[in-house]
């Protein structure tokens, strides 16, 4: 039985597993991070060894390869959880990071992101 298969179940978008980047505005602070998992329409894992703050609420920038070209989705996110080394990593980790939910998003990045997450899904 797979154990992860309460969480997907629970889950209430798709995710897409493909990386890509993102850039947090927290305050007058950026920070910019390259490895990340698992986009839904409700947010992103991002894999860090120094994750923020559980409660930090930030605005973000997300690119996103369509095809030969580079969207950018645009909007504010709060960290959700986090997971350290500390945590006791397991196969079904996805490593120390965080998970960020999507607040908002600007215009037009919710109907690209939508439209980006549709196409890049895995045929069950």
Same mark, same amino acid.
């Given at each position: ?30 920070? %910019? ?86 196409? %890049?899904?895995?045929?069950?």
């Amino acid at each position: 039985m797979d154990k992860n298969a309460g969480d997907k179940a629970r889950r209430k978008c798709a995710r897409v597993g493909f990386e890509t980047t993102i850039s947090l505005e927290v305050g007058d602070k950026t920070y %910019n991070y390259d490895r990340t998992y698992d986009v839904s329409m409700n947010g992103i894992f991002v894999s860090t060894a120094q994750p923020l703050d559980l409660g930090v609420t930030a605005r973000f920038v997300m690119k996103l390869a369509v095809g030969m070209r580079n969207e950018e989705i645009k909007g504010s996110c709060l960290v959700v959880r986090t997971i350290s080394f500390d945590d006791g990593l397991s196969g079904e980790t996805p490593g120390p990071g965080m998970a960020l939910k999507f607040t908002d998003l600007d215009d037009d990045s919710g109907a690209m992101l939508y439209q980006i997450i549709r196409h %890049n899904q895995p045929v069950e």
